[in-house]
C-alpha cells in the first residue's frame, strides 16, 4: 500500500514537473482582437501545445501598430497574431518581419497570403466594414434607415453619426481606404466633406460607434459587421446595414517579429494559426477566412455582406496611410467645435 | 575617525594645513547617499526630459540626392545616363519646399518624377540608392543596398522613397503651421482658465463657509470635499455622459448644447481640482490674524468692506496659488478630455493621439514642449506665491475664532450642501450606471459590468496590478523621498550639492504626466541603455509613479524635518552617536505624521493615475486607471465607470486604513507632543 502510495505521489510530481517543464516556454504575442475572444484563442491552441504560454498584448490596431513601430529597435513582441494586414504590411516594409511560410500555408486562399517567399505574413479572417443603427432611438427621432455610404450625407443624420478616427482605429483607416477607392479620391474626400457636417463625433475605436449606437448614445455607428452582431446578440435594438456602394474590409493576419528570442515556438504558433481547426475557430466571429471550404455563416450577420466586399489593394492602404491621414487629420481633427 | 596624528616637531611649527572642516564618516555616508538619490532622480527625469527634448528636434525628410535612376527607351533597353531625384525636381519642379518634410513613416512616390510617366509604357527604369542611409520600397518591400533594380514601369510605380532622420525645427515649423494642432493651445488656455475661475471661486466660498462659520457637519464637508482626490479624473467625465449625454438622466438641462466638448471638460474639471484648490484656501483662511478682525469691528466697517479689506487680502496667496494650481492640473490633464472631449482638441490629448493614433513620436514631443511651458511657468508662479504665504504667520497672531450668525450660516450651509450633492452626485451616477445591466434600455440591476475579463483593457488582474504597484509606490517612494528630503535638510555643508537636489526635487511638479510618459519611451526603450531592462515591467511603473509625485512628498517632507532643530545632529554629533541611528531612533519617529501623508498620498496617486502610465504599461503590468480608459474608449462605458469605482473603493479603504494605523502609530510616536 505505502509503495503504491510513493509510486503514485512519484507520479504526479513527475506529471507536475513535466507540466512545468512543458509550459516552459512563453511568446508575448500582440494582437488587436477583441478581447473577449483572446481566452478562446490560447485555449484551442494550448490544446495541442501545451507547452507554449500565449502572453496577450491586447489594444486597438492604432495601438498595437504604433507600439510595435516604436519597439522598432527593441522589439518586445514575438508574434503577432491579429492584427490588420496594412498594419503587417507597414511592419514588413521596416524589415520587421521574420519570413516564414508555416506548415500548410499551400491550403490557404492565396488571397490570404502574402505574395513575398516565403511570405512575411499570413492572413486568417476578413473584417468588413457595415453600418449599425439603432431602431428603437431612430424611430423616436423619425430617422429612417440608411441604405447607402452616400445617404449618410443626408442632412436627417446631422449630429446623430460616430465613426471611428483613422488615425487611431483600424476600422476607421480602412472606411476611409474604401471610401477613397470606391468614389475615387476627389469624390472620396468629398464625401467625407459631407459626412462631416453629420458627425457627432470620431472614437478612437472601432467597435465604439457600435456599442454607442446599441447604447442608444448615437443612432448610426460606423463600424464592423462583428461588432454589430456581438451587440445585437447581447440584445441591442440594433439593425447590421450593409451600404450598397460596397464596403471596405480588411484582413488579420498572423507574422514573426524578426529577432524574436524564440523563433521556434513562434513558428508552432504559426503553424497553428493555417490550421482548419484555427479557422474554424475564427469563424466563431468572421464570415470570411482563409481556409476555403470551412467558414459557416455567423449568426445575425446580414445577408449580402460577403458580395459586398470591394476588391481592396492593400499596398495602397499601406503606402498611401501617412498621406491619407495627414489629409484627413487636416480636414477634420482641427473643425473642433470650438465656439 | 582615529587616524593617528604624526608626532608634531614643536621646535619648527609649520604654517598649518589650510583649515578645511573634517569630513566626518557620517557626512561621506550621508553626500554618498544624496548622490545616490541625486543619480536617481538624474536618471529617471533629466535624462528621459533630455531623450524627449532632442526628440523633438528630430525631423524626418527626404534626401533626393540620395538615389539615382536611369529610364530605357521605349524597347525597354539602353538606359540613359544615371540622375539622380534631386535633378530631375530640379527639372520638372515636382515639389514644393515643404513636401520634403515628412513623418518617420513618410513614403514619397518615384513615379511623380516623370511628368509623363505611364505604368503601361515598355520603359524600363533602374533605381538605386547613392548613400548607404537611402532607403526606398518597392511595394512593401525595403530596399537599402546600393545597387542598381532594375523594374518594369509597372513595378516602377510601387517605388516609395523613405525619408532620412536629421535635426532641426522642422517639427515645429509643422506643428505652428498646422492649424489642426496649434489651435488646441487655445482651446487649452480657455479650457483651464474657465475651469481655475469656476473652481477657484467655488472652492472660496465652500472653504470660507468651512473656517469662518459656525455652520453643523462641518467634518462631514470636508470628507465630501476631499473625495474626488480617491477617483481617475476620467470618471467624472463617464459620470458626465450618463447625466448628459444622449440618453443622459438630466440631459434637458443642456437646451441642447452638447456635453461632448468645452463643457463637459468645465464641469469634470471643477470637480477634479476642487479638492485641491479647497485645500490650499482652507490653509490660507485658517490662518487669518484675529486681531484684524477685531481692529475692523472697532472702526466700524461693515461685514462687506471687512470682506474686502481683510478676509480677502489674507487669503490672496492662498487664491493666487490654489488658481496656478488648478490651471497646471486641468492643462496637464489627459484622462478628461479623452473621455468627454469629443471633438474639442487640447493639448493632452494631442500628445496621446500623435503617439497613440499616428505613431508620431516626433510631433508627439514637440506638443510635450509646447504643454511644459505653461506648466512650468503656472509652477513658478505657485511656488513663488507660496513661499510669501509663509511670512503671514507672525508669532503674535491670534487665530481667528468664527462667531455664530444665523441667516449667514444657513446660506452657507446650503452652499456646501449643493457643493456636496455635486460631488456625492457625479459618483452616485457612476455607481448606479455600474450596476445597470443595459443602459437605457434594461435598467434592471445586474453585476455583469464587473465581469472586466471579458472587456477590452486589463481585466481584474489590471486592477490587482494597481493595488500592487500603489503599495510598491507607497512603501519605495516614502522611503526615498523622505530620506531624500532629510539629506537635504540635515547634512552639512555641501551646499552646492543640496541645491541641485533641491532643484531636480522640484521639477516633477511641473512635468505633467503625458510628458513624463513619453519622455521614458525615449529614454528607457533605447536598446543602448543599460536601463533598458525595465521597460515593460511593473519597476518601470513604479519608478515613473514616485518620480511623477515626488515634489509634493518632498515638500511634505522637508516642512516636517526643518521644524526638527538642527541641534539634534550637533548633540548626536559630540555624543558620537551615528547620524543614521539618530536618524531611525530620533527623526522618523517624530516626523512619522509627514511620512504617513506621504505614503497614502502616494498610494492614492498611484491608484488614479492614468497620464504618465498610459504609455508605459504592458499587458502583464496593465493597470486598473488604464483600465477604465480603455474600456471608456472602447464604448464600455458601464464596465468603465465599474472600474472607476473600484478605484474609488479601494482608495477610500486605504484612507480608512490609514486613518486607523495613524492613530495607533502616532499614539506610540507622537506621545512627546502632549502636555
Same mark, same amino acid.
Given at each position: 500500500m505505502t509503495t503504491l502510495k510513493k509510486a503514485l505521489t512519484s507520479v504526479a510530481a513527475l506529471a507536475l514537473s513535466t507540466a512545468a517543464a512543458l509550459a516552459e516556454t512563453e511568446l508575448t504575442v500582440y494582437t488587436a482582437i477583441e478581447a473577449e475572444d483572446l481566452a478562446r484563442y490560447a485555449e484551442t491552441f494550448n490544446a495541442t501545445h501545451p507547452d507554449i504560454k500565449v502572453n496577450w498584448v491586447r489594444d486597438s490596431t492604432g495601438v498595437i501598430t504604433a507600439k510595435l513601430l516604436a519597439e522598432r529597435d527593441n522589439p518586445q513582441a514575438d508574434v503577432v497574431w491579429g492584427l490588420a494586414a496594412t498594419s503587417l504590411l507597414l511592419l514588413k516594409s521596416e524589415g520587421m518581419l521574420e519570413a516564414y511560410a508555416p506548415v500548410g500555408v499551400e491550403n490557404l486562399d492565396p488571397k490570404f497570403v502574402d505574395k513575398s517567399d516565403p511570405p512575411a505574413w499570413v492572413g486568417m479572417d476578413a473584417w468588413v466594414a457595415s453600418i449599425c443603427f439603432n431602431t428603437v432611438e431612430a424611430e423616436k427621432l423619425g430617422i429612417t434607415a440608411p441604405t447607402s455610404w452616400q445617404d449618410l450625407t443626408d442632412p436627417q443624420y446631422k449630429g446623430h453619426v460616430i465613426m471611428p478616427n483613422p488615425a487611431s482605429s483600424g476600422t476607421g483607416f480602412l472606411d476611409v481606404s474604401s471610401w477613397l477607392q470606391i468614389f475615387g479620391e476627389d469624390e472620396g474626400w468629398a464625401y467625407m466633406d459631407a459626412l462631416h457636417e453629420n458627425i457627432a463625433r470620431y472614437t478612437h475605436s472601432g467597435s465604439a460607434p457600435c456599442k454607442l449606437a446599441a447604447s442608444g448614445e448615437t443612432v448610426v455607428g460606423v463600424s464592423f459587421a462583428f461588432r454589430g452582431a456581438k451587440s445585437k446578440a447581447a440584445g441591442a435594438p440594433i439593425d447590421i446595414i450593409v451600404p450598397s456602394e460596397g464596403v471596405g474590409w480588411d484582413m488579420e493576419a498572423t507574422a514573426i517579429i524578426a529577432g524574436t528570442d524564440d523563433l521556434e515556438a513562434a513558428q508552432k504558433l504559426v503553424d497553428f494559426t493555417v490550421t482548419k481547426e484555427a479557422n474554424e475557430m475564427y469563424n466563431v466571429g468572421y464570415a470570411v477566412v482563409a481556409y476555403p471550404g470551412v467558414a459557416k455563416p455567423v449568426e445575425f450577420f446580414p445577408e449580402g455582406l460577403l458580395d459586398a466586399m470591394i476588391d481592396n489593394d492593400f499596398e495602397f492602404a499601406a503606402n498611401n496611410r501617412a498621406d491619407i491621414l495627414k489629409e484627413w487629420q487636416s480636414r477634420y481633427d482641427g473643425k473642433s467645435d470650438a465656439q | 575617525m582615529t587616524a593617528a596624528p604624526d608626532t608634531p616637531d614643536l621646535s619648527t611649527l609649520p604654517p598649518g594645513p589650510k583649515l578645511r572642516p573634517k569630513l566626518s564618516r557620517d557626512d561621506i555616508i550621508m553626500r554618498g547617499s544624496m548622490i545616490i538619490i541625486g543619480l536617481y532622480l538624474v536618471a529617471t527625469l533629466v535624462f528621459p526630459l533630455y531623450a524627449m527634448l532632442s526628440k523633438s528636434f528630430s525631423t524626418f525628410t527626404y534626401n533626393l540626392s540620395a538615389y539615382e535612376v536611369q529610364v =530605357? $527607351?521605349?524597347? #525597354?533597353?539602353?538606359? =540613359? $545616363?544615371?540622375?539622380? %531625384?534631386?535633378e530631375l525636381d530640379a527639372l520638372y519642379g515636382v515639389l514644393d519646399e515643404g513636401d520634403l518634410i515628412a #513623418? =518617420?513613416?513618410?513614403?514619397?512616390?518615384? +513615379?511623380?518624377? %516623370?511628368? $509623363?510617366?505611364?505604368?503601361?509604357?515598355?520603359v524600363n527604369?533602374? &533605381? *538605386?540608392n547613392l548613400s548607404p542611409e537611402g532607403r526606398y520600397l518597392i511595394g512593401s518591400d525595403l530596399e537599402s543596398s546600393l545597387d542598381w533594380v532594375e523594374l518594369d514601369s509597372n513595378t516602377f510605380r510601387r517605388v516609395q522613397l523613405r525619408p532620412e532622420q536629421s535635426f532641426g525645427f522642422g517639427n515645429f515649423q509643422t506643428y505652428f503651421s498646422t492649424p489642426a494642432l496649434s489651435n488646441s493651445i487655445k482651446n487649452s488656455v480657455f479650457i483651464a482658465t474657465v475651469s481655475t475661475i469656476i473652481t477657484v471661486t467655488l472652492a472660496f466660498w465652500f472653504a470660507f463657509a468651512l473656517n469662518r462659520s459656525c455652520m453643523r457637519f462641518k467634518g462631514v464637508f470636508r470628507l465630501i470635499a476631499m473625495a474626488p482626490i480617491l477617483v481617475p479624473s476620467l470618471l467624472p467625465g463617464i459620470a458626465l455622459v450618463y447625466l448628459f449625454g444622449n440618453q443622459g438622466m438630466l440631459k434637458e438641462l443642456l437646451f441642447g448644447a452638447s456635453i461632448y466638448g468645452p463643457i463637459g471638460i468645465i464641469i469634470g474639471s471643477v470637480f477634479f481640482t476642487f479638492p485641491h484648490a479647497f485645500l490650499i484656501i482652507s490653509t490660507a483662511l485658517s490662518i487669518s490674524d484675529a486681531r484684524l478682525y477685531e481692529a475692523a469691528t472697532s472702526l466700524r466697517a461693515s461685514p462687506w468692506r471687512t470682506f474686502w479689506t481683510v478676509t480677502i487680502p489674507g487669503a490672496r496667496y492662498g487664491l493666487v496659488s490654489a488658481a496656478f494650481v488648478v490651471f497646471n492640473l486641468v492643462i496637464t490633464d489627459f484622462g478628461l478630455p479623452k473621455v468627454i472631449g469629443g471633438q474639442y482638441n487640447v493639448l493632452a490629448v494631442d500628445i496621446y493621439k500623435q503617439v497613440i493614433g499616428q505613431q508620431n513620436f516626433q510631433m508627439g514631443a514637440v506638443v510635450s514642449v509646447v504643454l511644459v511651458l505653461p506648466a512650468i511657468v503656472a509652477f513658478a508662479i505657485d511656488r513663488f506665491v507660496q513661499s510669501k504665504q509663509v511670512a503671514l504667520l507672525s508669532a503674535r497672531s491670534v487665530p481667528y475664532e468664527a462667531k455664530p450668525n444665523r441667516k449667514a450660516d444657513w446660506v452657507l450651509f446650503g452652499y456646501s450642501c449643493l457643493i456636496g450633492i455635486f460631488i456625492i452626485g457625479m459618483l452616485a451616477v457612476c455607481q448606479f450606471a455600474a450596476l445597470v445591466k443595459f443602459w437605457p434600455y434594461d435598467l434592471s440591476f445586474s453585476l455583469n459590468n464587473y465581469d472586466f475579463n471579458r472587456m477590452d483593457g486589463g481585466g481584474w488582474a489590471a486592477y490587482f496590478n494597481s493595488i500592487k504597484m500603489a503599495l510598491l509606490t507607497a512603501v519605495i517612494g516614502t +522611503?526615498? &523621498? %523622505?530620506?531624500? +528630503?532629510?539629506?537635504v535638510e540635515k547634512s552639512n555643508g555641501f551646499k552646492t550639492g543640496r541645491s541641485i537636489f533641491q532643484m531636480f526635487a522640484m521639477l516633477p511638479m511641473a512635468i505633467p504626466g503625458m510628458v513624463l510618459g513619453l519622455a521614458y519611451i525615449f529614454f528607457f526603450n533605447n536598446p543602448e541603455n543599460p536601463l533598458n531592462a525595465i521597460y515593460g515591467t511593473m519597476t518601470i511603473l513604479v519608478v515613473c509613479t514616485i518620480t511623477h509625485f515626488y515634489t509634493v512628498s518632498h515638500l511634505t517632507a522637508s516642512t516636517a524635518l526643518q521644524q526638527m532643530d538642527r541641534e539634534f545632529e550637533s548633540v548626536s554629533s559630540s555624543l558620537k552617536q551615528p547620524t543614521l541611528k539618530l536618524f531611525g531612533r530620533v527623526t522618523v519617529p517624530v516626523c512619522m505624521p509627514a511620512i504617513l501623508d506621504i505614503s497614502i498620498y502616494m498610494f492614492v496617486n498611484a491608484m488614479t493615475t492614468v497620464s504618465a502610465v498610459v504609455f508605459l504599461y504592458a499587458p502583464a503590468t496593465a493597470l486598473a486607471s488604464i483600465a477604465v480608459l480603455n474600456m471608456d474608449d472602447a464604448g464600455d462605458i458601464a464596465p468603465a465607470a465599474a472600474m472607476g469605482?473600484? &478605484?474609488?473603493?479601494?482608495?477610500?479603504?486605504? *484612507? /480608512? /486604513?490609514?486613518? &486607523?494605523?495613524? *492613530? #495607533? /502609530?502616532?499614539? *506610540?510616536?507622537?506621545?512627546?507632543?502632549q502636555r
Open positions: - | =530605357s $527607351d521605349e524597347a #525597354g533597353v539602353n538606359f =540613359s $545616363d544615371p540622375v539622380t %531625384f534631386a #513623418g =518617420s513613416d513618410g513614403r514619397l512616390g518615384a +513615379a511623380q518624377f %516623370f511628368p $509623363d510617366f505611364s505604368f503601361r509604357s515598355p527604369y533602374r &533605381i *538605386r +522611503a526615498v &523621498i %523622505f530620506f531624500g +528630503a532629510y539629506l469605482m473600484m &478605484i474609488f473603493y479601494t482608495n477610500a479603504v486605504a *484612507r /480608512i /486604513i490609514h486613518l &486607523i494605523a495613524s *492613530r #495607533g /502609530i502616532l499614539g *506610540r510616536t507622537q506621545a512627546w507632543r
